[in-house]
């Protein structure tokens, strides 16, 4: 049995899922290649005064057992499941045990009316037949035209473009996708009068029991991800998986015999390449075809994030909090020195993901922002009244969420179809999968594009 050679580019959890995938072919030689200096890309914490932080919210939530499995087994079972205390703000209003926006918090009685009245009406003519072409477009088709227009205005705010640039498939990383605008009762009586009412409102979880077999686990061993991303790399590496680190690829050729790959470091053969990042840009480039034009067309929602340390006993008891009202500073807040087990002589950390434009003044004054948020998140009681700031850290994020603006799907799969005309031995999947379960799930299917 001849040897087959794939290389990975990209060392983040989808470049990992893809390894791991492939290396289950027979005689399989796996090399991954990552241009950052170290592995688990997003997911890879900051060190920040000792404490490792994830950048933002980074847990295995509703993942299948057989990842959790995995996750288990390079942690060494250092891992604890993680119960969702979650809660959100809107209008000044906190609502706990939710995590989407709650418009029962509005307090005009006659707007939440007009919002029935549109829901009922779109369930009586059913889903239009013409797809919406925009996210705007969509959250109007799904939950009418008032409502629609508010979670417009809350997705302006989180992410800082107007949903009507955006593709409405952007929905499914947002928490945007389901309504809810009146009490838990009157919500679960208009979801039960109506299969499509049901597929779009919401009701708290905690009244609807659990609803799938899926489970979130976090590493606790103190380390957050980054204890994940460095157990993962030689745990791969003790499966013969080979993993280059500050390496980047030069150019990519096919040659009768498979492709050529060089380096800034060497020259590599394989049979496959695995594009495994979404830098399209860096591919095209190492093909001699124009990735920049799809790159362009994809938004990277700029954050300042925020790293708030004070006494462990005055965080609350809870995993996140998100902030949609759109005069708000923070986004989502989290527990994050609370669920990875980080308490320093009493101290522990919140984080707060504060969406911001780099044009703003907010983005040039952000140890002012800093301050401000804390304000907020006292008002928001996150953290008690009397709670004292030890000490905070602010870092300028330009991409966090990536999302794709009007026409990006056109021109991926344009860029797509020029990659295929120069070879079919570079792997490249249409859709990129957001969450790690999808991340996951989609990887079992790359053993049938290779072989
Ligand atoms: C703030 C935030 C919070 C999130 N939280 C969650 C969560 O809680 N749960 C969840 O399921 N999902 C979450 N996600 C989604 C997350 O993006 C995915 O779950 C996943 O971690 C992304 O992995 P990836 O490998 O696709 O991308 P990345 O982690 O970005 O990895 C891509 C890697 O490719 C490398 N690379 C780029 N170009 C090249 C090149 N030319 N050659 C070689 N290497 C290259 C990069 O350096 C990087 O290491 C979150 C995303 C963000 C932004």
Known sequence: MTTKRYVIAGAGFRGFCDALELAKIPQAEVTILETAPFFGGVMYSLDVDGFAVDKGVHVFDS????????????????TSEIEFISASAYNGKVTEGFSLPDLNSLDD??????IRHELLTLAKQGPSAIPPRSLHELFAGRFGQTAGRIYSDIFRKVY???ASEVEPQAVAQTSLHRLKFLGDEEM?????????????LAARRKSMGKVDDLVSIYPNDGLAMKGWCDRAAPWLESRGIKLCLRETIKTVRETPSGLVIETDKRRL???????????????????GIDGETADKFRYGTPMLFIVMMTHATKIRDFTYLQNFDPAGITYRTAAAGIFSHQIRDGISFITSECPCLPSSERWKNAEAASKDAWEEVKHLKIVAPDATLVNSKVFRIPITFKLAKLEYSAKIQEFNERVAKKTRRVVLRNVVPFFRRDIYLDSLTVRGLVE
């Open 63 to 78: 993942i299948p057992k057989s990842l959790a499995e995995i996750v288990n087994e390079i942690m060494d079972g250092k």
């Open 109 to 114: 009685r006659s707007l939440k009316d007009r």
């Open 160 to 162: 800082g473009l107007e």
């Open 188 to 200: 679960l009586s208009l979801k039960k009068s109506d299969a499509w009412l049901d597929f779009v």
């Open 269 to 287: 053969e394989a049979d496959h390449l695995l594009w495994s990042n979404d830098n399209v840009g860096a591919l095209g480039a190492s093909l």
